[in-house]
């Protein structure tokens, strides 16, 4: 399987897997990269996987569907454009030969679902919408941050080589943000070097790793000692792991 970012807008990625012949898509806000992709490629549209109801995840999906040859997958629990198949916790997906387990995964919006692919030779694979970022996480629009947090607990405890799939390159900034939090985190310093030379080179941050996200995301590291005093710094109630959480997205909402 071949796995492909493709840009759209100023700063999403629509994900695009493929074997030569067929190709699903996650989260396409917006019909012309995917259309262009599966062009150039000769690719037959075999899929499409949606995160969550946001326009820039589901803004392509109807203008797609006149070449779909197969469904559209999408949280059972939110309004996408219809007719989709809605896929709860749980649910297992074929796709061109592997299978992807549906995660409920809350916060950023109440129904946010992502997908696992866990059962192939290669790399585990992981498209998480806008639930986890590279350095960070998704603004909790309709969910409370406890959700949130049980939500990234899920993700965390994937195997550490799987493939983070983010649907925003916003990887620099939240480093940024990242800095002011563990100033002391000598990873997470490194790692900005390495996605500052990728941007300069035109090239995506993503996949990112879920081993390297336990290293630099202050999100996935709320029990960490410099991010529980830099949360408790910024106005958190107690060191508890929730208190520390709901202060760094807090934090991060002002942060410039
Ligand atoms: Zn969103
Ligand atoms: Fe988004």
């Known amino acids: 399987m071949n796995l492909l970012a493709l840009p759209a807008f100023a700063d999403n990625y629509i994900w695009m897997l493929h074997d030569g012949r067929l190709a699903a898509v996650v989260d396409p806000g917006d019909d012309a990269p995917v259309q262009e992709a599966l062009d150039r490629l000769g690719l037959e549209l075999a899929a499409i996987l949606v995160t969550h109801h946001h326009a820039d995840h ?136 390495r996605c500052r030379a990728w941007r300069e080179a035109g090239r995506p941050t993503l996949p990112s790793s879920l081993g390297l996200e336990k290293a630099v995301n202050p999100f996935l590291r709320c029990t960490v000692p410099e991010v529980v005093a830099s949360a408790r710094a910024q106005g958190a109630a107690s060191a508890a792991a929730l208190d520390v959480f709901a202060t760094l997205r807090e934090w991060k909402n002002r942060f410039r």
């Open 58 to 193: 589901v803004g392509g999906v109807d203008a797609l569907r006149a070449r779909l040859r197969g469904p559209v997958y999408g949280p059972a629990r939110e309004a996408i454009p219809e007719p989709f198949q809605g896929v709860r916790d749980g649910d297992e997906i074929a796709l061109a030969g592997t299978r992807w387990r549906v995660l409920e995964v809350p916060g950023h919006t109440a129904g946010h679902i992502a997908y696992v692919q866990q059962d192939t030779a290669t790399q585990p694979l992981l498209f998480c919408g806008d639930t986890l970022f590279s350095a960070g996480c998704g603004r909790l629009f309709e969910g409370t941050a406890a959700q949130m947090q049980a939500s990234l607990a899920r993700l965390a405890a994937l195997p550490d080589d799987t493939r983070v799939c983010c649907t925003h390159e916003y990887t620099l900034a939240n480093l940024r943000f990242a800095a002011a939090v563990e100033p002391g985190n000598a990873e997470r310093a490194a790692y900005e070097q």
